[in-house]
């Protein structure tokens, strides 16, 4: 499925698994809230500290959407992570 070709791309482009420090899923018609916290926690683990190879790091944000999903609150709720998380972002490379 979708899972497994995401999982493939994201190690062709890293040049291994070993370099896959996330891989995560949800459905269920996350609230706002909910999507916001998700992504703040994965953008919390990215930004603790700088790739020790010096490379910039990526995060990539895909997928279907199912046909009970708000689109509006999904994307709101990533949208508010990335405005709280985005000087560490950059200070990581990220």
């Not at 899923?25 to 706002?32: D, I, K, V």
């Not at 926690?41 to 010096?54: A, H, I, Q, S």
């Not at 990539?60 to 994307?75: C, E, H, L, P």
Request: hydrophobic letters at 35%; charged letters at 30%.
């Amino acid at each position: 499925g979708a899972s497994v070709v995401y999982a493939d791309t994201i190690a062709d482009m890293a040049g291994g698994v070993e370099d896959l420090a996330n891989y995560g899923e949800y459905s269920g018609g996350p609230t706002t809230d909910e999507t916001r916290f998700y992504t703040e926690t994965v953008l919390d683990l990215m930004t603790r500290e700088k790739d020790p190879k010096g490379r910039d790091k990526i995060l990539i944000i895909g997928g279907a959407i199912a046909n009970f999903t708000d689109v509006a609150k999904t994307f709101t709720g990533i949208i508010q992570a990335f405005e709280k998380y985005a000087d560490k972002m950059k200070d990581v490379g990220t």
